[in-house]
């Protein structure tokens, strides 16, 4: 807290005989500075960032003055400096983090300065969540062997986090098998005010996960970012962006009987992908929005990714309040958030037009219907009734959003052979890997210490324990071979976990099963979830289908499904089988949740479960059976989804606060691999040059004190030309590592089998095998090889076809630099870091693109990538490039201006030239200082140094 330079800190009272201070909103509005009370509820919490911390160097008068005075439709021209009050990790992202903060460290050190200048200024939390696979699943040993096995895969990476919770005082770390960061982030970490200095503050923050915004439905200003912007958060750098517009979202009405929260969140995605909000603010408000639960607000704000928004955020009011209590908060944590908002008139969702939006969108929720999204995209709403026909229309379809199959293979079925042999559990195993025999209980029941005490012995043999197929197995086009309960944005939210329940309660006395060729799992984002499924008594029916919980971590949603059945993998892959997985995540790009799945279906936990019992995607559920009871009659879906009132019945359960105190305030000691990992002291990293896991990353050596002014970019080669919608997960996989790939062949290399390779996300902290990874989906297409799928180009002059890592390599030793061209929403999808590392390391020096989603933007920029867009109407297709041309990037030579204008030179092979003016996507000055200084690593390194 600054000096009160604007004379706008006021007391307020908390409780009886208890009093703070704030920096009062409407006393900026009586002081002249603007209509605040007009504001989105969202800006008026980030002007309250900027009155607060006025120094007149980081952050001016004129900063509060400029929001305060927001207009709805003004140009956007001006950045704001948004100091957020604490940082968000998950592992995947933060050891890449904390590896580079250790390489900073390093870097100060050799420059004979104090390292402990690097230290993060604000609250660090930084939840192991991304790591644990479904190897085992359909087990009540399935728990407790994932998590033995994650502690297995990932021992280097979890002594490195140890590491950091005694270098870096203000990190904290929740161990592995909690939950998922975003639902323990609502659950627990989120306080909703903070104090300092008796000085009463919103909680906001930043983290390096897109889905960071699920906290906006607590009303919490947040959103996710690179973890090179999380860095520069966490070591005292405000974050920066432009001004935003702010849409608002008028949600009217109430949802229909049957409808749940997560068809609600498809369809706010459907409407908002076709309003365009990328880049913008969206906001909740109206009668609608006020009338449903935090958790139900959560679903929508957590797929802000999914719909383009930097946040989806509902003002808090009493039901935030409520749940507050009803998730174990202190009484004095409660009593502190109600009264601050109530004393910044912000305890309240706004009414139709008491507020002042950008633009306002209408939604009726009675209008709302079941429904999934897929087969590769979220925003791709299909109704419910809809998606059999949809099916078989993608399935013949021959552009780039079906699968040009002929439509006589729609039925055809392909067998195994007869006698091929059960799978030996591949995705990594260890021959020592094993289960305990004669478990009695549901691992789902177990503490963190049970789990631990109870894990495998090494002589029960290698498989993980699974229900496996028997006999000859088949599949056909459209089955389910992966049917997931995931993802905190629908485990979050009891409605869909209850309704998932009773539908397997109902489906089981009714006779129904699952067949064996489904990969079932339940994977909750808290612990508290199991609790009140076993107290309501729901989990022993989904265990019957097979929904034994797996772990309590990201799997499918993240790509962490675990490997099929050999038979069934070698069926698909021998017959290039469209085969289906159905989750109740958010994420469904080609190629994430498993590379042998082609369309990916997103839905609500009960219709997880349905579809499961059904088999198939390629039905009609409002009028097809799921299956024969035990009775031999058809028995629909109609028959088995539970009513509003039956959920309703059970929701106390799940309201419970000494639950969520017992799971949060005393379970992080629970877990004994975790507590018995050696503490390596010391506040500088002792690098080890034989780990495959953790590497000092070379940004930092050499590093020259001062930064050179940027220049124009001559005979660039493209290094891949691509399509629309290439997203992180394109650019820098975060799943299995093919053993043929270039990061496969590097870990072979070094006598890593390719059981033990884990995956890309894991391997964050090396980037020698990152570097490798970019480019390396097996789904992406570079349209300088047509036809083919994969991390291929062709190197120029030469015509080579090559891996785009062996390319590069080339291309360095040559000393020419790379281009990427790509077209429009490039870099959809998580707030992957990697995906600018890697592009960066390959010796990228500009994107071109139609457009750009804006965390990948930004961290391009981050990495010291210059992102350029094209006029409108222009594409590498108009513009008839096809890889065997060079080109010049000028006029950006010396000091840039957000926005400028740039030319691209393309000089073709036959000697003709063609020019097109580019707009330069740096969108703030501060970018622009970002990208002179090489990224914002080096520029904040710089500053630390100065400092130190």
Excluded at 280 to 307: C, D, H, I, W
Excluded at 410 to 418: E, K, V
Excluded at 835 to 844: F, R, Y
Aim: glycine share 10%; aromatic share 8%.
């Amino acid at each position: 807290m600054n000096d009160n330079r604007l004379g706008v800190v006021t007391p307020f009272e908390i409780a009886a005989g208890r009093t703070g201070r704030l920096v009062s909103l409407p006393e900026l509005e009586r002081k002249g500075f603007g209509p605040v009370s007009r504001l989105p509820v969202s800006l008026r919490i980030v002007l309250e960032s900027l009155a607060r911390n006025v120094d007149g160097v980081r952050v001016t008068e004129e900063d509060v003055r400029a929001l305060a005075g927001w207009q709805p439709r003004a140009e956007r021209t001006r950045e704001i400096p948004f100091v957020v009050a604490r940082v968000l990790l998950q592992d995947f992202t933060g050891v890449p983090l904390l590896v580079d903060l250790a390489a900073m460290r390093a870097a100060v050190a050799r420059l004979a300065k104090d390292p402990l200048a690097v230290e993060p200024l604000v609250p660090v939390d930084l939840v192991v969540d991304h790591s644990v696979q479904v190897d085992a699943f359909g087990s009540p040993e399935a728990l407790r062997y994932n998590m033995e096995l994650e502690f297995d895969r990932n021992l280097p990476r979890y002594e490195f986090l140890k590491w950091g919770t005694q270098a870096f005082e203000e990190l904290r770390i929740v161990p592995p098998g909690i939950g998922i960061c975003h639902q323990v982030n609502l659950e627990f970490l989120a306080r909703g005010v903070l104090e300092q200095g008796g000085v009463y503050y919103p909680d906001t923050l930043v983290g390096t996960d897109s889905h960071t915004p699920m906290v906006n439905g607590l009303g919490l200003v947040a959103w996710g970012v690179g973890g090179i912007e999380a860095e520069a958060a966490m070591l005292g750098q405000p974050t920066y962006f432009l001004t935003p517009d702010v849409v608002g979202v008028h949600l009217s009405g109430a949802l229909r009987e049957g409808v749940t929260g997560t068809d609600l969140v498809l369809r706010v995605t459907e409407i908002l992908r076709k309003a365009r909000v990328v880049g913008k603010f969206v906001e909740f408000f109206g009668e609608g929005a006020a009338s449903l639960p935090v958790q139900e607000r959560a679903t929508l704000s957590n797929m802000a990714p999914e719909y383009g928004a930097t946040v989806g955020f509902f003002p808090p009011d009493e039901r935030s309040t409520r749940y507050l209590e009803q998730t174990g908060r202190p009484k004095e944590l409660v009593d502190a958030f109600r009264a601050y908002y109530s004393a910044q008139g912000l305890l309240r969702i706004p009414r139709a037009g008491e507020v002042d939006y950008s633009e306002i969108v209408e939604l009726d929720l009675a209008s709302v219907g079941a429904a999934v999204a897929g087969p590769k995209r979220p925003q791709d709403r299909i109704e419910l009734g809809a998606l059999k026909r949809t099916f078989q229309d993608l399935f013949t379809r021959k552009d780039a959003t079906g699968y040009g199959k002929p439509a006589e293979e729609l039925g055809q079925r392909y067998r195994s052979p007869d006698g091929a042999p059960a799978s030996t559990g591949g995705g990594g195993l260890q021959d020592s890997d094993s289960v305990p025999d004669g478990a009695k209980k549901n691992t789902s029941t177990l503490t963190e210490t049970e789990m631990i005490d109870n894990r495998p012995t090494p002589d029960a043999g290698p498989n993980p324990p699974r229900r496996e197929a028997s006999g000859t197995v088949e599949v056909g086009h459209g089955d389910v071979l992966i049917a997931a309960i995931t993802s905190c944005t629908n485990t979050s939210n009891p409605g869909v976990m209850l309704a998932a329940g009773l539908l397997a309660k109902k489906a089981v006395e009714r006779g129904l099963s699952v067949k064996a060729n489904v990969k079932t799992s339940l994977a909750p984002g808290s612990r508290v979830v199991s609790r009140y499924l076993e107290e309501t008594g729901l989990q022993p029916y989904l265990d019957r289908l097979g929904f034994q919980v797996v772990g309590y971590g990201c799997t499918t949603c993240i790509g962490n499904s675990g490997p099929l059945e050999e038979r069934i993998e070698k069926v698909v892959t021998d017959h290039d089988v469209v085969a289906a997985s159905v989750l109740s995540g958010n994420r469904n790009f080609e190629a994430r949740v498993h590379q042998s799945i082609k369309a990916n279906f997103l839905m609500s936990p009960p219709l997880v479960v349905a579809f499961a019992i059904a088999g198939r995607v390629d039905v009609d559920l409002e009028k097809e059976p799921l299956g024969l009871g035990a009775d031999g009659r058809p028995v629909f879906l109609r028959d088995v989804w539970p009513t509003a009132a039956e959920i309703d019945a059970l929701r106390p359960a799940a309201a419970d606060p000494e639950e969520y105190r017992k799971n949060y305030y005393g379970g992080f000691n629970e877990n004994a691999r975790w507590n018995t990992l050696p503490l390596r002291g010391g506040k500088l990293y002792d690098w080890d040059p034989q780990s495959t896991y953790i590497q000092e990353p070379p940004y930092f050596t050499p590093f020259p004190a001062t930064p050179s002014e940027p220049k124009d970019v001559l005979h660039a080669r493209a290094l891949a030309i691509f399509g629309d919608s290439v997203t992180t997960d394109h650019i820098s996989p975060a799943g299995s590592i093919k053993p043929s790939s270039p990061a496969g062949m590097y870990l072979q290399a070094l006598g890593i089998s390719v059981r033990d390779f884990n995956s890309y996300g894991a391997r964050r902290g090396n980037h020698h095998v990152m570097v490798r990874g970019t480019f390396a989906n097996v789904r992406i297409k570079n349209l300088m090889v047509p036809g083919v799928e994969g991390g291929i180009t062709v190197h120029q002059p030469t015509g080579r076809r090559l891996s785009i890592h062996d390319a590069a390599l080339e291309y360095a030793r040559d000393g020419i630099p790379l281009a990427i061209i790509a077209g429009l929403e490039y870099g959809t999808g998580s707030s992957r870091d990697w995906a600018a590392k890697g592009t960066a390391l390959l010796g990228v020096r500009f994107v071109v693109a139609r457009s750009f989603e804006r965390i990948h933007r930004s961290n391009l920029v981050g990495m010291g990538v210059l992102p350029c867009q094209l006029p409108e109407g222009v594409s590498a297709q108009t513009l008839g490039l096809d890889g065997s041309e060079t080109f010049d990037l000028v006029g950006v030579a010396g000091r840039l201006t957000p926005r400028q204008k740039a030319t691209l030179v393309v000089h073709r092979k036959d000697g003709r030239r063609d020019s097109v003016e580019l707009v330069v996507r740096i969108d703030t000055p501060i970018e622009a200082e970002y990208y002179r200084h090489g990224g914002i690593m080096p520029y904040v390194l710089r500053q630390i140094v100065a400092r130190a």
